[in-house]
């Protein structure tokens, strides 16, 4: 089965290269988008799932509307521009558990929330560095707990892909241009150069096993699929039909 890839835009925020590239591109200023990636599943029973549910609120600065031409919009808004309610979406999957990732999981009454257990038991008991957990994300819904990689559906999996995080995921989409990955740490295009190596996530848990997840991503890059850094402008122009 297929899937197209809508990305909605629903939060973002001004933030140094740095937070995105370790040791690259500090002092330099960057708008830093936050996705949600709509899959919808091309026949079968055409189910709707969520890669990242974005901030739970938030105003989006007119500086970056002027700049860069987009907009962005509350993750209800977001859905109903195209034609979605909450209740009609069938699954969620958290790349990981940071705010801006899963900040409105508790919207979707129908959804399985699908999670690393690796990465739940991180936001239950966050390490004191690591301010960014909240685990009302993850109360009280219908979490799904999977240790490494697993089918969600037949053309959709995740794979543990930790460092940025201990437990992060990444997803890999069959599209009807080919495989697309969702990489599961945050990043922009500054960490997948044409040549060199990746360039380790500037916010880590373990930076040797982060580099080593960034080489994986860029590896699938090189093979023929399509990577989707979760905090690149260019997503906006990157929608699958
Ligand atoms: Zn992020």
Redesign the pocket.
Known sequence: MSFSITPLLVGVRNVDQGIMTWQRGYGKRIWLP?WSFLLREKGGEGRILLVDTGLEDFVPPQEFIDETGLDAQLMEDALAAVGIRPEDVWGVINTHL?D??CGNNPLFPNARIFVQTLEAEACRNPHPVDYRYDASYIDGVNLVELDGDAEILPGLKVLLTPGHTPGSQTVVVETDEGPAVIAGM?SNQENFPASGLAVCPGVHCNAYVAHDTAQALKAMRQAGAELYP??DLTVATRAKA
């Open positions: 936050i940071h801006d990732h945050c979760l905090h």
